[in-house]
């Protein structure tokens, strides 16, 4: 199994994303995201037969009981799988430690192969060993540009 562990906010949740979800008068419920962001995106799950893995503080809505908020996770998990990069599974919340304890455990618990983690952070401190040469940052008024997309496919083909 390969997979890629996605965060949302500056890797396709973008300035532009956002500016123009204003523009166009588009809420929270129906927002789109960064095109080009989740054009590549799309084009790396296919491409490598990855999964992916949400790393996002945004999972730990999925279970929240308000309406708004569902119907936000809703449209963005339809994003994603409208691209061909449909969520598969999210990482713990640990309450503990940074991403890379939350990724540490997820991987744990399903060995990949190879798996790549796109962010626009580098907290990624509490296990180091889990995102050495495989932690692709995106600039965060960028989103994932062809570079990005380069880089994670040359990690998740190695």
């Not at 080009?36 to 945004?58: D, K, N, P």
């Not at 190879?114 to 040469?133: H, T």
């Not at 940052?137 to 380069?150: A, N, Q, W």
Request: contains cysteine.
């Amino acid at each position: 199994m390969k997979a890629i562990f996605l965060d949302i906010d500056g890797v396709i949740a973008t300035p532009t994303s956002v500016r123009l979800n204003f523009l166009l008068g588009r809420g929270p419920t129906n927002q789109r995201y960064d095109f080009v962001a989740l054009t590549y995106l799309g084009r790396l799950v296919r491409e490598t037969g990855s999964i992916i893995v949400l790393t996002s503080t945004w999972r730990e809505d999925l279970d929240h009981p308000n309406p708004f908020t569902q119907e936000v996770m809703r449209n963005l998990y339809a994003q994603l799988a409208e691209v061909g990069a449909p969520v598969s599974d999210v990482t713990p919340v640990l309450g503990i430690g940074d991403r890379s304890a939350e990724v540490g455990a997820w991987l744990d618990a399903h060995p990949c192969e190879s798996y790549v983690i796109i962010d626009d952070l580098a907290e990624f401190e509490e296990r180091p060993e889990v995102v050495k040469d495989h932690l692709v940052i995106v600039e965060d008024s960028e989103g994932i540009r062809y570079k990005h997309f380069y880089r994670a496919l040359s990690i998740l083909s190695a």
